[in-house]
Nanobody, 124 residues
């Protein structure tokens, strides 16, 4: 049974840090994170492939780091220098195969497996 379970969300002041984790049951090639702020569409945050290749949205580059532990089958998202605009529900996502174009990585519909989400709130 496919299952993605996030943990590590919470509240922090601007400039602070949080670390999200996702425990993944199932065999996937591509894993990552999306987020959804109130009143907005879900947006791509970052992905990491089984081989360790990473991709980030521009607004989090240099602040967020995605990593994976193949032995534990988990992925983490280390979030530093958090800003109020990072406030959202963060979702762990996964798919079994790679994607044909970089643009495809940013489309939520290309990820079949989703976690339940974890809230991240950044206050100014």
């Amino acid at each position: 049974q496919v299952q993605l379970v996030e943990s590590g969300g919470g509240s922090v002041q601007a400039g602070g840090s949080l670390r999200l984790s996702c425990a993944i049951s199932g065999n996937f090639y591509l894993m990552g994170w999306f987020r959804q702020a109130p009143g907005k569409e879900r947006e791509f945050v970052a992905t990491i492939s089984r081989g360790g290749n990473t991709l980030y949205r521009d607004s989090v580059k240099g602040r967020f780091t995605i990593s994976r532990d193949g032995t534990k089958n988990t992925i983490d998202l280390q979030m530093d220098s958090l800003a109020p605009e990072d406030t959202a529900v963060y979702y762990c996502v996964a798919r079994p195969t790679t994607l044909a174009s970089m643009r495809a990585y940013f489309h939520a519909g290309n990820y079949a497996a989703w976690g339940q989400g974890t809230q991240v709130t950044v206050s100014s």
